[in-house]
C-alpha cells in the first residue's frame, strides 16, 4: 500500500477546520478555477458543504465558481450501491421497514408467548433495525455474536431465550424481504462492503475524504479502496503525530488513531504553517434547576454579544429537548437567531397533539385525558365554523367537575357546546375507525390539515414541525404492499412510537444571528463562542440504545462499537467544540432528578484551565418580590362589600374565612375568584367527609325519620351503605374508581360506628329532628348604619326534653382554640346557627355538638346545658359583633395573614407568594 502512505493530511484541532480545508482546496486547484466540479468532497454532515462554499469563495477571493462536488458519506454509499446494481427503486425506507419487523415479530408471539414483555420491548421505534443495521456496518453476524456467548459465562435467560429470539426474528424479517423481492439498509451495506469498484470514481481528478471521526467497518473498506487506487486524500482534524500512535479511549484522539490502524496507514502530514491558536477563556456554571440554566444562558448571550458577531456565537444543544427553551431566551431578549438542527418531531405541536388524543381515546374519554387535550394549543384557540373554541371548553370542564363527570359523552353536553362536541367526536371517531391502513393514516391526515385550518396564527406560520410531521404521516400511508388491519388505537401507538425516532431539520442562513445547532451538526464548525448548556453526565456524553442488546464484553470482543468508545467520541466532540474557540460557556444542573456534571468539567479543572463558579445565581431585579398583601377598602370596594353583607349576606363559612385571612376573603367574594375544581377520584378525608354528611342527611331525612333501636341495626346499616354507595357518586365521581371499594369497605364500619353510637343517643331519649336537617335559617344585626344578613344550616339537630341540640358533622374536629371564644376563634358554625335558631323560633339550645367521624366515631361537646348560654352571649359580644364592626370598618384593610398555618389549605396561597407551608 506505499502509495497511500502520504495521503493523510490533518489540519490542528485549535484551528478551524472548514476554512483551513478551502485554503487548501483553493491552494492546490487555482489552474482548475473557475470550475471545481472535478473535485469530490465527502463530509460527515449536510452542514458542512455549506460553509465550505462560502470560505472556498472567499479563499479565492472571487465572486463566483462552480464548486467541487460535494457528497455525505450516507450519499457516497448510495451512489456505489446504486453502482453496484443495488435495487433502489425497491428499497424500503425506514418506516416501510419497521412496518416488515413488527408483523415478523407479531408472527412469533404466540411461540415465544413466554418473552412477550422482550417482544414488546424490541418492537419498540426502530432499536431492534438500528442494532441489525449496526451489525451490517460493521461486517459481524448474530452467528459470530452466538459463538462467544456460548463460549463465555453470561445470563441464562440472554443465552436460552433473548439471543436466540433476535436471531430468528432477524433471519425471519430477511426472509421475508427476499420473499416479496425487496431490499433494505442491510442489502446496502452487504453490496458495498464486497462490490465497490472505486474506479466508479475516475472521473475525478482530486477526492477528499474530509472531517471524519470513527467511520464504519464499511466505511473504512470504502475509504481503503479509495486511496488505494485514486487521488485522494484523507483530511482529519486531529493531532498528525499523536494520531500515529496506539492511542487508548482515555485520548481524545482515539477513533483517530484506530482509523489509521484499520487503514494500515503509517505517515500523516499536517497541512499547519506552525500557527497556533490562543487557548479560549472558559467560564464553567454550577447551576440548580433549568430555570436558572435559562436566565445564565441569556446572561452569556448578552456578554457574549458585546465582544463577537451574532452569526460568530452558537448554542450547542447538548440535550435536544430544551430547544424551545433557548429560543424563547433569545426571541424575548430580542436576539436574532438561526435555528440549524436535527430536532425531534416528538415535540412538534402536531405530535403532542395526536399523543393526548390518543391517550383521551384510549381511556374512553377519561376526564384527565380530556382536559390536558383540550387545553392544547391547537384546540383551545381553534375557532370553528366562526365559534371559538375556549369559550365552551372553559365551561365543559366547569359542567365536568360539577357534575362529578368523570367521563367525557358527547350526547349528554351537545346540546350546550354543540361545535366542540362534534369537534371532539370528530377527533375521536377519526382514531378509533378499523380501516386498511393507508386510508386510516391517509384520514389523521385530513383532520390534522382541519385542525390546523381552524388555527389562523399557525396557517400564517408555516412552521417545518408541521411540514415534517404531515410528510411523515403521508410516508406512513403510502405503503407499496398490502399490509392487514389494525385496531385504531393500536395503529396509532405504533405510528407515534415510529415517529418518536424521526429528526426534522430546520436550515437557515448561517451568516446571520445566534447560530442554535446540534452537537452532531456542529462537527467540524468555526465560531467565536459557544454556549454548551447541560454539561450532565448522561446527555454529555449520551447513553445510548446500542447497549440493550449486547453485552460491552461481547461488543469489543466481536468487533462493535462498546460504550467506552462511543464515549470517546464525545471526548472527541468535546476538545473539537471548544478548541479555537475565543469564549466558552459551560453550565451543568445540580439536582436530584439529574446525574453528575460531565466528567469532561472535571477534565479541564484538573488540567487547571477552569474552574467551576458555584455561586448562587443572582436574579434580576425585575423580578417581582412577594410582599405581604393588603387591599384598602376604597369606595368601590366598600360598596361592593355592603353589597354582600345586605344581600345574600355571610355564612359561616364566609367569617372563618375573615378570620383566618381578610385578604382570602377579598380575594373570594369582593373579586370572587373561584376556589380551583376538581373531579377527585382518588379522595382523601374531605372528600370522604363530604361523601358521609351526604349519607348521613338522606339517611335521617328519608330512611329513618324516627330513629331505631339495637334490634334494628342490620336494617338500618344496610340502607346507609346503600346511602354512602349513593353519596360516594355524587360526591367523588360518578363513575369511581375499583380501589376506591376498598376504600368505601373502611367507611363502612365507620358508618356502622355511627348507628351504634346513635343507637345509644337514641336511648337517652334525643330523636333527630328531620324537619331541621340543612335547614336554612337566617337573621339580621345592624352594625352602624349597615344591616348585616347571616345565614347557614346546620348538619343536624337533635332535640330531647323540649332542648335542642345543634351538630356539626366534622371528619376532623378543630383544635379547642379555635371553637374557644378568644383571640383564636374561627369555628362560628354551631354558635352561630345556635343564635339564629334562637332568633327565628325562640327554641332552647341544650348544648352545641362535633360529631367526630374520624377513625374513633365520639361526640365532643363545645357547649353543654350548663354552659350554653354564656358561651352564646360571649360568642355574640366577644366574636360576632366585633368581627363584623372590624368588617365594615372602611379604616382597616384586607390584610394578609401572619399565620402560617391557615395559608396550608388555603387555595390562594400561589397568589400572595406563600410556598413554605
Not at 350548663?866 to 368581627?883: A, Q, S, W
Request: a negative charge; aromatic letters at 10%.
Amino acid at each position: 500500500m506505499p502509495a497511500a502512505q502520504s495521503k493523510v493530511r490533518t489540519i490542528p484541532i485549535d484551528q478551524p477546520f472548514l476554512r483551513g480545508l478551502a485554503t487548501y482546496i483553493a491552494d492546490k486547484h487555482k489552474a482548475s478555477l473557475p470550475d471545481l466540479s472535478r473535485v469530490l468532497i465527502v463530509f460527515p454532515a449536510q452542514r458542512n458543504k455549506l460553509y465550505l462554499r462560502r470560505y472556498l469563495l472567499e479563499a479565492l477571493g472571487a465572486s463566483g465558481m462552480m464548486p467541487p462536488t460535494m457528497m455525505t458519506v450516507r450519499e457516497l454509499l448510495g451512489a456505489i450501491y446504486e453502482a453496484a446494481g443495488g435495487r433502489t427503486a425497491l428499497t424500503l425506507s425506514p418506516i416501510e421497514r419497521s412496518f416488515f419487523l413488527k408483523e415478523v415479530i407479531d408472527t412469533h408471539k404466540v411461540e415465544f408467548w413466554h418473552d412477550v414483555p422482550f417482544l414488546r420491548f424490541i418492537t419498540i421505534g426502530d432499536r431492534l433495525l438500528t442494532f441489525f443495521d449496526e451489525l451490517a456496518q460493521e461486517h459481524v453476524t448474530i452467528d459470530q455474536i452466538e459463538e462467544i456467548v456460548e463460549a463465555g459465562h453470561y445470563p441464562e435467560k440472554y443465552v436460552a431465550d433473548e439471543l436466540p429470539i433476535m436471531k430468528q426474528i432477524y433471519h425471519a424479517y430477511r426472509n421475508r424481504l427476499k420473499e416479496e423481492q425487496y431490499c433494505d439498509a442491510i442489502d446496502m451495506y452487504t453490496t458495498v462492503y464486497g462490490q465497490f469498484d472505486p474506479q466508479q470514481f475516475n472521473e475525478y481528478t482530486h477526492i477528499v475524504i474530509a472531517g471524519l471521526i470513527a467511520p464504519t467497518v464499511v466505511e473504512v473498506s470504502v475509504i481503503s479502496r479509495i486511496l488505494e487506487s485514486l487521488p485522494a486524500e484523507l483530511i482529519l482534524h486531529s493531532d498528525c503525530t499523536a494520531i500515529m500512535k496506539s492511542l487508548n479511549t482515555d485520548h481524545p484522539l482515539y477513533a483517530h488513531s484506530r482509523l489509521m490502524q484499520a487503514l494500515a496507514l503509517k505517515k500523516a502530514r499536517a497541512l499547519s504553517k506552525g500557527f497556533r491558536s490562543a487557548p479560549p477563556v472558559i467560564h464553567a456554571r454550577r447551576l440548580e434547576s433549568i430555570s436558572q440554566q435559562t436566565l445564565y444562558m441569556k446572561e452569556c448571550l448578552s456578554s457574549a454579544l458585546t465582544r463577537h458577531e451574532p452569526s460568530r456565537i452558537a448554542v450547542i444543544l447538548t440535550d435536544e429537548t430544551i430547544v424551545d427553551t433557548v429560543t424563547e431566551v433569545l426571541r424575548t431578549a430580542g436576539i436574532e437567531y438561526n435555528l440549524s438542527a436535527g430536532l425531534m418531531l416528538a415535540q412538534s405541536i402536531l405530535y403532542c397533539f395526536l399523543q393526548l388524543l390518543r391517550d383521551v381515546t384510549a381511556s374512553n374519554c377519561h376526564y384527565r385525558a380530556l382536559f390536558a387535550f383540550l387545553r392544547h394549543p391547537l384546540v383551545k384557540n381553534a375557532v370553528v365554523d366562526g365559534t371559538p373554541l375556549r369559550k365552551h371548553i372553559y365551561h365543559l370542564e366547569r359542567k365536568m367537575i360539577k357534575q362529578k363527570d368523570n367521563y367525557f359523552e358527547a350526547e349528554k353536553y351537545k346540546k350546550d357546546y354543540a361545535e366542540l362536541c362534534c369537534f371532539l367526536s370528530e377527533c375521536v371517531s377519526t382514531i378509533q375507525k378499523q380501516r386498511p391502513i393507508d386510508e386510516y393514516l391517509y384520514g389523521i391526515a385530513a383532520l390534522l390539515d382541519r385542525v390546523i385550518s381552524y388555527n389562523e396564527d399557525v396557517v400564517t406560520k408555516r412552521r417545518p414541525d408541521i411540514k415534517a410531521l404531515t410528510e411523515e404521516l403521508n410516508s406512513l400511508a403510502q405503503l407499496r404492499f398490502e399490509r392487514k388491519h389494525e385496531s385504531g388505537v393500536d395503529m396509532l401507538d405504533f405510528a407515534l412510537s415510529l415517529m418518536k425516532q424521526v429528526r426534522y431539520t430546520s436550515y437557515g442562513d448561517p451568516m446571520k444571528g445566534v447560530q442554535v445547532i446540534g452537537v452532531l451538526e456542529a462537527r467540524n464548525l468555526d465560531f467565536d463562542c459557544i454556549i454548551l448548556p447541560s454539561m450532565n453526565e448522561g446527555i454529555f456524553p449520551t447513553r445510548s440504545e446500542k447497549d440493550l442488546f449486547i453485552n460491552q464484553s461481547v461488543r469489543k470482543e466481536v468487533g462493535l462499537p462498546y460504550d467506552k468508545e462511543r464515549e470517546n467520541l464525545f471526548y472527541y466532540y468535546f476538545n473539537e467544540l471548544t478548541n479555537g474557540k475565543r469564549e466558552v460557556y459551560l453550565s451543568y444542573i445540580e439536582e436530584e432528578t439529574r446525574d453528575v456534571r460531565s466528567r469532561f468539567i472535571d477534565f479541564l479543572i484538573d488540567q487547571g484551565v477552569t474552574s467551576v463558579d458555584e455561586t448562587k445565581l443572582r436574579l434580576e431585579s425585575t423580578v417581582l418580590e412577594y410582599l405581604p398583601r393588603y387591599v384598602t377598602k376604597d369606595a368601590h370596594v366598600f360598596k361592593r362589600l355592603r353589597m354582600i353583607v345586605s344581600g345574600k349576606g355571610l355564612s359561616p363559612t364566609h367569617l372563618r374565612d375573615y378570620c383566618q385571612c381578610p385578604y382570602r376573603f377579598y380575594l373570594k367574594y369582593i373579586l370572587r375568584i373561584q376556589e380551583p375544581e376538581d373531579i377527585v377520584e382518588e379522595p382523601g378525608a374531605r372528600e370522604w367527609g363530604n361523601a358521609m354528611h351526604r349519607a348521613l342527611h338522606y339517611f335521617y331525612q328519608y330512611d329513618v325519620q324516627h330513629g331505631y333501636t339495637e334490634k334494628d341495626v342490620e336494617r338500618v346499616r344496610a340502607l346507609l351503605d346503600e346511602r354512602l354507595v349513593t353519596a360516594v357518586r355524587n360526591e367523588i365521581a360518578r363513575i369511581p374508581k375499583k380501589v376506591i371499594e376498598f376504600d368505601i369497605e373502611l367507611y363502612r364500619r365507620r358508618m356502622a360506628q355511627v348507628i351504634k353510637s346513635d343507637v345509644q343517643r337514641f336511648e337517652e331519649g334525643f330523636r333527630v329532628v328531620t324537619e331541621r336537617l340543612e335547614k336554612y335559617v337566617n337573621a339580621d344585626v345592624l352594625i352602624g348604619d349597615v344591616r348585616v344578613n347571616l345565614f347557614g344550616r346546620a348538619d343536624r339537630v337533635d332535640e330531647r326534653d323540649s332542648m335542642y341540640y345543634v351538630i356539626d358533622y366534622k371528619s376532623k374536629v378543630p383544635a379547642a382554640k379555635h371553637y374557644a371564644v378568644g383571640s383564636d376563634f374561627q369555628e362560628f358554625q354551631l354558635p352561630l346557627y345556635a343564635l339564629m335558631m334562637i332568633n327565628q323560633t325562640h327554641d332552647r339550645i341544650g348544648g352545641l355538638v362535633y360529631y367526630d367521624l374520624s377513625r374513633s366515631v365520639r361526640i365532643v361537646s363545645v357547649a353543654d346545658e350548663d354552659t350554653v348560654e354564656t358561651y352564646l352571649n360571649d360568642f355574640r359580644e366577644k366574636i360576632l359583633i366585633p368581627t363584623l364592626t372590624e368588617l365594615l370598618n372602611p379604616d382597616v384593610p384586607f390584610s394578609q395573614t401572619s399565620e402560617p398555618e391557615s395559608c396550608r389549605y388555603c387555595q390562594y396561597k400561589h397568589m400572595c407568594g406563600v410556598t413554605d407551608v
